[in-house]
């Protein structure tokens, strides 16, 4: 098998993927003047937080990669912020188109789920190209991304 990345480089793009998912939050509610469309995006900016925390605890724990990378940390962050691009979260030129698609409750929360839909299938993708060893770690962000789908999926059903 070609490239394989070790459990402390995904963790390391689950952190951005969350502190980018904080970040489209938090200026979603900005955006948003429906009341409770606003409350749901505030509460998922700080889950996105919650999750940071988790994501950082877990890459301080997680033994040290042992092999040479072939990426140097810049050439990393760097790597990292392309693969999360706007896969998972849409960048702030997009944000505002999207501002129309949040104007009512059920489309801003479909789209919630979407996005975290979307964290999922990329965390199972990088599964298939991360080291055997480091596939428990990749279970765990999974799992914590499935946790806040439940959250979404409660929402729906309280609210719609």
């Known amino acids: 098998m070609g490239l394989q990345y070790a459990g402390s480089e995904v963790l390391k793009i689950a952190v951005e993927i969350e502190r980018k998912g904080k970040i489209f939050y938090e200026d979603m509610a900005e955006l948003i003047t429906h009341p409770k469309v606003k409350e749901i995006f505030q509460f998922l900016a700080k889950e996105e ?3 940071e925390v988790i994501f950082t605890k877990m890459l301080s724990s997680i033994e040290p990669q042992t092999e040479k990378s072939v990426f140097d940390d ?10 999360v691009g706007d896969k998972v979260f849409p960048s702030k030129s997009v944000e ?9 409750l059920a489309t801003a929360l479909q789209r919630a789920l979407d996005l975290e839909k979307d964290a999922i299938l990329f965390f199972h993708e990088m599964k298939t190209i991360t080291s055997e060893k480091d596939h428990a770690v990749i279970e765990e962000i999974i799992q914590e991304e499935r946790d806040h789908i439940k959250k979404i999926l409660e929402i729906m059903k309280e609210y719609l």
């Not at 810049?74 to 693969?83: K, M």
């Not at 505002?96 to 009512?104: G, I, M, W």
């Open 49 to 51: 937080v919650r999750h």
């Open 96 to 104: 505002k188109e999207l501002k129309n698609d949040f104007s009512d």
């Open 74 to 83: 810049d050439e990393l962050s760097l790597f990292y912020r392309s693969l």
